[in-house]
């Protein structure tokens, strides 16, 4: 969904809908994808590849919910047109979301066929963007700010404000692979590297750690 929901009926509602800041969808990857290497057609995601994925299994309180899933229909965590479903021809993916009441993560890794859809679906991500940047009125007005950084073979840091919350992102697309990382929290229109520092961090390891699957860095 676009906004970020602070109340606990509503951060239930995030639970159920999985959308939030959500994911601008490569729709036209599939179209645009070139057959796959042997090496890519291979490709999977071990258990445990996930940077958060062993927090699913350790302890947690009542008012926290954590999931996995290596559902391929479910979009990109940073979805500012609200698309709910995606249809990219993605050949694998495992999101890791957290939920506790106003605070909001998730962290999600998709293998493409090849490196022209991995770019197609990052095209698609700007174009979301753009094309659903900013809307809403009232206490459903929002808006998406968007800058490049220097992660992996071309990422962008981007900030949601809406009503309640603010939120911070970071996309990194790696040859054949794209990852997401997504926080709620204090963000300014200028989005400083200093405020994405964390989710910079992860996106770095990640890009680096996706060279290790087969076909996914040529």
Partial sequence: MRRVMTSAAAAAAVTVTAMVLGAGQAVAARATATAPSAGQATA????????????VDGPRRPWEHLKLTDSLTKPLEVNPCG??????GR?????????????????????????RAAKAAMRSVRADLARCGTG???????????????IGDEALRIGGFFFENRSRSVIVRRGSAVAVYVRTGLVTKSLPVSQFRPLIKDARTMAAKLCDLPGVCG
Wanted: charged share 35%.
């Fill in 44 to 55: 999977k995601l071990p258990k445990g590849f996930l940077l958060d994925e062993a927090k």
């Fill in 91 to 115: 050949g694998a993916s495992r999101t890791f979301t957290y939920l506790a009441e106003t605070i909001y993560r998730s962290e999600q890794v998709v293998l493409y066929p090849s490196e």
């Fill in 83 to 88: 698309r709910r479903t995606a249809d990219d």
């Fill in 136 to 150: 809403g009125r009232g206490h459903d007005r929002y808006s998406y700010r968007w800058k490049s950084t220097g």
